[in-house]
């Protein structure tokens, strides 16, 4: 790997690969003489017989490569990569300073892992803790994640803390979504709704 202060005309790009093929694109591309970056973590795989520690790619599919415009078909004709991710046929670059950050979490040797996108502002769901079943928006109040709970009828809502391994992203077309009506997933039915 590359220092990641050195300084580089060229802007680096998220390369979509098959799956299971980041190792050798990598290798390959730096072996033709692109900068490559692939971070990768340690995960503990267990086996019917054994457990054993395996690297794995922090971002699965894919590899970051600095790419001069020249060079993109010969990145292109590499077993295994299929597109260099942009806006239909127009490449897109990671910002240097994203690039970097990753760099030096790399050389910190501190213990990473893959994780969802989450952006405050998101509706998510809660899969574990005392509020599983729940869903809500999120909110990023002085570092610490928060569930906005609301009731429509009243113009009020509730943020609760929550812990940031209870979430999972819910999908949706737009990226800001108000808040909806709590329900509360526990609660039995009246017999006379």
Not at 92 to 115: C, F, H, N, R, T
Not at 160 to 166: F, K, L, N, T, Y
Not at 169 to 189: D, V
Request: charged share 20%; hydrophobic share 40%.
């Amino acid at each position: 790997m590359e220092k990641c202060c050195d300084p580089n005309p060229y802007p680096w790009f998220a390369v979509r690969v098959k799956s299971r093929s980041e190792k050798s694109v990598a290798a390959i591309a730096q072996y033709n003489g692109f900068e490559q970056f692939l971070p990768l973590y340690q995960s503990r795989r267990r086996w019917s017989d054994r457990v054993k520690s395996v690297e794995l790619p922090l971002f699965p599919g894919y590899v970051f490569c600095r790419i001069e415009a020249a060079r993109r078909l010969q990145l292109l004709t590499i077993p295994g990569v299929q597109q260099i991710v942009g806006a239909g046929k127009t490449p897109l670059p990671v910002d240097d300073a994203e690039i970097m950050a990753l760099q030096v979490a790399a050389k910190s040797g501190l213990p990473a892992e893959p994780w969802p996108f989450l952006r405050a502002g998101q509706r998510v769901l809660l899969e574990d803790g005392p509020l599983a079943g729940l869903e809500g928006l999120l909110i990023d109040f002085r570092k610490n994640y928060r569930l906005l709970l609301s009731v429509t009828l009243l113009n009020r809502a509730v943020a609760v803390e929550i812990d940031r391994d209870w979430v999972t992203p819910l999908h949706t077309s737009g990226s800001m979504i108000a808040p909806t009506t709590f329900t509360n997933p526990l609660a039995e039915r009246s017999p006379y709704a």
